[in-house]
């Protein structure tokens, strides 16, 4: 398959997310933000837990809670 025949097929899929205001690389973080929840109910203080996930994934911390705030965010109202 193609790359283009990927995107006709996903074509509606994609511009929902756009207007939803989500980015497609944050489907690389869920498991991070996954952990995070788990390791928040758990007890950790929050600035353990960022810093913890920013280690295991490789990224920033202020990465970490970057992703955090998007993810917590609502998504755009007018596009779904």
């Known amino acids: ?6 995107l006709e097929f996903n074509r509606e899929l994609i511009k929902k997310l756009r207007k ?3 980015r497609l690389e944050d489907a690389d973080y869920i498991d991070l933000y996954t952990e995070y929840k788990q390791l928040t109910a758990r007890g950790e203080k929050v600035s ?3 810093a913890h996930l920013a280690e295991e994934y490789a990224v920033s ?3 970490v ?3 955090i705030k998007r993810f917590r965010a609502d998504c755009n109202p007018c596009a779904v």
């Open 1 to 6: 398959m193609k790359v283009i025949e990927v």
């Open 61 to 63: 911390e202020r990465k």
């Open 20 to 22: 939803a205001s989500i």
């Open 65 to 67: 809670y970057s992703l």
């Open 48 to 50: 353990y837990a960022v």
